[in-house]
């Protein structure tokens, strides 16, 4: 569910977001150079996608944005509470953040290459390395902090006010 900026809920169709400033509804790339822009007032989107197996390195690994990776399973009770936070995590971090949820079950390639024993297993991918990783939920606050620490301050290449800061299409 998404809200519109007067705050109804409203259902976004798969692979697209609303926008938090004006409502509009944007398609979502799973992978693409540059960050989501609104395509009506252009303001950052949060870019939150789903990733397995065959997917994972074109659409995380290759991201040019820091990529928070959520390797949680449907049968999952923590998996369930993590999950709203974060999406909210991403909204904060729309344009800075891409976030990739993987279904360990679906994904047992990635499971098994990630060493995955617990869900949900958070990483924070950057560059397509693992620069940060945490096993089991974890209450808002301390994902915030942990989220902070591992992200890049302010580098160049990570910032999307940068002269090089290009839309995803």
Do not use: Y
């Amino acid at each position: 569910m998404s809200t519109t900026p007067s705050g109804s809920a409203e259902p976004a169709p798969p692979g697209t977001v609303r926008c938090q400033n004006c409502g509009r509804l944007n398609r979502l790339p799973t992978a693409a150079e540059g960050r989501p822009r609104c395509g009506n007032c252009h303001q950052w989107l949060p870019w939150i996608v789903d990733a397995g197996d065959d997917t994972f390195a074109e659409t995380a690994e290759q991201s040019s944005i820091p990529v928070l990776v959520d390797m949680w399973a449907t049968w999952c009770g923590p998996c369930r509470m993590v999950s709203p936070v974060l999406a909210q995590l991403a909204q904060e971090r729309a344009g800075n953040l891409k976030l990739v949820k993987v279904d360990v079950d679906a994904s047992p390639r990635l499971s098994q290459r990630f060493g995955i024993q617990a869900v949900p297993t958070l990483m924070v991918l950057i560059d397509g390395h693992v620069a940060a990783r945490q096993a089991g939920a974890a209450p808002a606050p301390a994902l915030r902090r942990w989220l902070d620490q591992a992200l890049p301050t302010n580098p160049a290449n990570h910032n999307p006010a940068a002269p090089d800061g290009k839309a995803a299409r």
